[in-house]
């Protein structure tokens, strides 16, 4: 599975579980100008290129309404990724942290999440700014960005209950 070579000092692999299939279904491909992990920005920037989101059919009508917001929230798969580490080793400085304290792309479910800025829509393509992923990431999902999305849903009593 893992070369003892692949895991740099401090971290730790495990043996990935069975798979299960969970459902997911790629809505769509990401277009970056990005071909190398090591190309990628760690993080994605508004003033960053115009990236491309490909809709694929049938998904494209839920494209509608989408530019009444100028912020996204873009899920995607990362991969390439591997999944297997749960110590990391970030920027190879010998402290080691827990996979879920870290926004590496390594994790056992390689999901990526990037708030972006909305730049347009031509047919089946959403335009924006602020991705860093691969391209040709396979596309999980696209959503308002929650600190935009009005109106706020109304309440309801599971609002309110505590422990």
């Known amino acids: 599975m893992v070369r003892e070579s692949e895991v ?9 579980p069975a798979a299960r299939d969970a459902g997911l279904v790629f809505i769509g491909r990401i277009r970056t100008p990005w071909t190398s992990r090591l190309m990628t920005p760690r993080q994605g920037r508004h003033d960053g290129p115009v990236c ?68 347009g829509i031509e047919g089946n393509v959403v335009l924006v700014r602020g991705l860093d992923c691969l391209d040709e ?8 960005d929650r600190c935009e999305f009005t109106p706020l849903a109304p309440p309801q009593a599971g609002d309110f209950e505590t422990e």
């Not at 740099?8 to 990935?16: F, H, L, N, S, Y």
């Not at 990431?137 to 308002?144: E, M, S, V």
């Open 137 to 144: 990431t396979p596309l999980l999902d696209l959503k308002p």
């Open 52 to 119: 491309r989101l490909e809709i694929f059919e049938p998904w494209v009508p839920a494209i509608k309404g989408v530019d009444f917001y100028s912020n996204l929230e873009v899920i995607y798969w990362l991969h390439q990724s591997r999944r297997d580490l749960v110590l990391q080793s970030p920027k190879n400085n010998k402290s080691t942290r827990g996979t879920f304290s870290l926004r590496s792309p390594v994790r056992p479910n390689p999901i990526g999440t990037s708030i972006v800025k909305l730049v």
């Open 8 to 16: 740099r000092e401090g971290e730790i692999a495990v043996d990935m």
